[in-house]
């Protein structure tokens, strides 16, 4: 079993969907205090197309050196795909398998993947059962608080997959209608906490170092997983990681506090994620990512509207390189939260 609640730094990234790519965890992991050991996601992988796929040279599956404690997750619901795939991945290195059944988009929906399974109990145990039998690794999944308001079916699903062989919980307590809307339940997160044996991570609406500390008190879950947020500031891994007596991350020592020190900051991490983003990917498709990756974080600055139509206006990466840096040469400001509605 992958013991997430001994993991001496519980807070991770969340896997999303063109974004926990390898450029995001490589920008990440250089925020993370240097003896701090965590857990590491990757985008959705969808099971039907990894028994086909080049694992490791796909977009969504390459490593950089730095890569460790990889938890892939596993679009899945069919046991022949589901076998193939976790053979695959656990060659690949994954140490554990994320299922996912908390994604609320259309697509997920149709096809009977994502939080659609949180509908049927006894087929989502069949899928949780036939990972575990066919894993080496831990298998954790990651839900929504359901698809209605149901305490008590919510209780009954998530003690029969515990009982199926999960070794972990991921909740985002947001109904599956809810989508982004709303804000998190987090204290939903602690009768979750009440009601398993298994470790749970508590996941949604993260924005602030104290944001973290505040999710731990109401939840009493073993570890915080960050989104959209860690996209727009990387930096709050070391943030804190030094308020819990963490070193400091490997060659960086003037940790942003203040809100013209985190819009310093955003500049310089997401001019880096640029390049890491042209070092796996090439200049081409980096520049598609790094549009996406901008218009996923730019509300916390202010102003930050005016950095869409810099990434926007050209193809040309070295352009863009140098529009970016000429737009930070000015001191540019962050607010701590903003609306998560994007």
Partial sequence: MLPVENFNFPVCLAPMVALSHVALRHLIYEYLPENANTVWPTEMLNSRRLPQQSIGETPETLKHTFDHNLVPQLLANEEVYI??????????????????MGCPVKKALNHNYGVALMGDINYATKIVDWTVKAAKVPVSVKVRAGLENNKSYLKDFLQSIEAAGASWITLHPRLASEKRRGEADWSLVSEVVSWLKIPVIANGDVQTAEDIDQYFSVSGANAVMIGRALNAKPWLLWQWGRSKGFKDPLGKEICPVTPYEEGREYGISMYRLLDLLEMYFGPVEAVKKFRFHIRMSHMWLDFGHSLISIVGRTQDINVIKKDWLEFFEKPQRMSPKTLLRF
Avoid: F, P, T
Avoid at 84 to 100: P, Q
């Fill in 83 to 100: 076998k193939e795939s976790v053979l695959r991945l656990e060659s690949w290195g994954a140490v554990g398998i994320d299922i996912n």
